[in-house]
C-alpha cells in the first residue's frame, strides 16, 4: 500500500498560479502511474491529469489542457501539478491517486488516495 500526501493549496486570484505537490510513501512509488482529480462543491470527482510511471507520457482533461502541467520526480517519490492561469472553475479539493486507468476515452481512479488540498480560485 502507498500512501499519500498532497500539499500546496490555497487561495489565489484568477489568472495566478499554484504548483500542488503529492509526496508518496510506503511501495516504490515509481511502479506507479499517478493522477490529480479533484472535486467541486456539490459536483462528482473528476479527472484532472495523470503521468505515466517514466514521467514520459502525460495526459490531461480538456478543461485544463494548456494551463496545467503533471510532472514527477522518482528520486523524491513526488508527484507535481503546476496551475497556470487559474479560473474560478478550478476551485476544488484536489486529491492525488495512484495507478488511475484510462478505458474508452475516461479515465477512472485506482486504489489509493491522499487527503486532498483545497484550491480556492477568486474572480
Known amino acids: 500500500q502507498v500512501q499519500l500526501v498532497e500539499s500546496g493549496g490555497g487561495l489565489v486570484q484568477a489568472g495566478g498560479s499554484l504548483r500542488l505537490s503529492c509526496a508518496a510513501s510506503?511501495?516504490?512509488?515509481?511502479?506507479?502511474?499517478t493522477g490529480w482529480f479533484r472535486q467541486a462543491p456539490g459536483k462528482e470527482r473528476e479527472f484532472v491529469a495523470a503521468i505515466s510511471r517514466s514521467g514520459l507520457s502525460t495526459y490531461y482533461a480538456d478543461s485544463v489542457k494548456g494551463r496545467f502541467t503533471i510532472s514527477r520526480d522518482n528520486a523524491k517519490n513526488t508527484v507535481y501539478l503546476q496551475m497556470n492561469n487559474l479560473k474560478a472553475e478550478d476551485t476544488a479539493v484536489y486529491y492525488c491517486?495512484?495507478?488511475?486507468?484510462?478505458?474508452?476515452?475516461?479515465?477512472?481512479?485506482?486504489?489509493?488516495w491522499g487527503q486532498g488540498t483545497q484550491v480556492t480560485v477568486s474572480s
Open positions: 510506503g511501495r516504490t512509488f515509481s511502479s506507479y502511474a
Open positions: 491517486n495512484v495507478e488511475p486507468a484510462e478505458y474508452g476515452g475516461s479515465w477512472y481512479s485506482g486504489s489509493s
